[in-house]
C-alpha cells in the first residue's frame, strides 16, 4: 500500500498559466491523487478572494494564501499571521510617499489604491498581446468577459490596518524593489518577480519570517504530518522556502533559473504537463 503523500501546489505559473488557462492533465492529477488517499493543498500568493471558483472546483484539501498568510483546511483558517497594525501603516506610509502602486491582502478582501486597476489593465492587455489568444483548447479559470481581478480593483475601499497579511506594490520605477527593500527589509518579507514581466517595478511583502514555506511547516504540525512527506511544485521567487522545506520541491520547466537552483528537480511546463509528470514520478496517480 502507497503511503499517503501531501501536495503543495502554487497556482500562477504552476496550475494555471500568466493567460489564466489550465491544462486538462492539471485537473486530472489533482483529483486523481485524492481519489489514491494523498492531500492536495493550493499555495499561493494570492488572497483567498483571489482563488477564483473554477481554481476551487477541481477539488482540493485546502489552501494556502496570501504568500504564506492564512492556510484552510477544507472551509476552515486554521492559520493566520497577520502584520500588526503599525507595520501596515509603515508600510502604507513608505508606499504612499514613494508614489506607487498597491493593494493590501486580508482574508477575504483586497484593498487597492486608486492606480491599481487601470495598471492591472494595462499589464493584462500587454500579456495578451504578447502571448496572443489563449488556446482555444484550454479551459480559461476566469470565466467573465470583464476580468475578475480588474472587477475586484474597481472597488476601491478605505484601507484597512487590521487583518493585513500581504502587499504587492506596483510601480513603473524599475528600482522600486530594491527602493522597498531599503526601506522595509530590516521586518518584513520583501520578494520580486512574482507578476511576470513587470520585473523589480513589482514586489510583494509580508512580515518577516513569514512565506508560503514556514506555513507549511505550522500546517503540516497541525495536521500531524511530517515535512518529508511533502511535495511542493512552483516557479517563481515566492516558492523558493516551500521548495526548501518540503520532502521534495520541484520547479515548474518555466521557473526561473533562481527558483530552479533551489529545487531537488525539475519537472516540464504548465501547459505541458508539468503537474502531471510531477504526481506521476511519485507515485500519487
Not at 483567498?48 to 494556502?64: K, L, M, Q, T
Not at 506610509?93 to 489604491?113: C, I, N, R
Not at 518577480?193 to 510583494?204: A, D, F, K, L, Q
Not at 537552483?261 to 511546463?269: F, G, L, P, V
Request: with cysteine; proline share 4%; aromatic share 8%.
Amino acid at each position: 500500500m502507497i503511503s499517503p503523500r501531501i501536495a503543495f501546489l502554487d497556482v500562477d505559473g504552476t496550475l494555471i498559466d500568466s493567460g489564466e488557462v489550465i491544462a486538462p492533465s492539471s485537473i486530472e492529477a489533482v483529483r486523481i491523487a485524492r481519489k489514491n488517499g494523498h492531500l492536495v493543498y493550493l499555495s499561493t500568493g494570492r488572497a483567498s478572494v483571489e482563488i477564483y471558483p473554477a481554481i476551487r472546483d477541481i477539488g482540493f484539501d485546502g489552501a494556502i494564501s496570501a504568500g504564506g498568510g492564512f492556510a484552510e483546511v477544507g472551509d476552515d483558517v486554521v492559520i493566520s499571521r497577520t502584520m500588526p497594525e503599525a507595520a501596515v501603516a509603515r508600510m502604507v506610509g513608505f508606499y504612499e510617499t514613494a508614489g506607487y502602486d498597491f493593494y493590501l491582502q486580508s482574508y477575504d478582501k483586497l484593498y487597492p489604491s486608486p492606480g491599481v486597476r487601470s495598471r492591472f489593465a494595462t499589464y493584462l492587455e500587454d500579456d495578451r498581446e504578447r502571448k496572443g489568444d489563449p488556446r482555444p483548447d484550454l479551459a480559461s479559470v476566469t470565466g467573465a468577459e470583464e476580468h475578475p481581478v480588474l472587477k475586484a480593483f474597481g472597488d476601491v475601499r478605505p484601507l484597512s490596518f487590521t487583518g493585513i497579511a500581504k502587499s504587492v506594490f506596483l510601480a513603473g520605477d524599475l528600482r522600486a524593489f530594491d527602493r522597498v527593500s531599503n526601506a522595509l527589509g530590516a521586518d518584513f518579507h520583501v520578494i520580486t518577480g512574482t507578476i511576470p514581466h513587470m520585473g523589480r517595478g513589482s514586489g510583494e511583502v509580508t512580515l518577516g519570517g513569514v512565506n508560503k514555506g514556514s506555513t507549511i511547516l505550522k500546517l503540516l504540525d497541525v495536521l500531524g504530518l511530517d515535512a518529508v512527506s511533502a511535495i511542493g511544485i512552483g516557479d517563481s521567487s515566492n516558492d523558493i522556502e516551500m521548495l526548501q522545506v518540503c520532502g521534495v520541491g520541484i520547479a515548474m520547466g518555466n521557473a526561473t533559473d533562481e527558483v530552479k537552483s533551489h529545487a531537488d528537480e525539475i519537472t516540464t511546463a504548465v501547459l505541458d504537463d508539468g503537474v502531471w509528470n510531477a504526481f506521476r514520478r511519485h507515485g500519487l496517480i
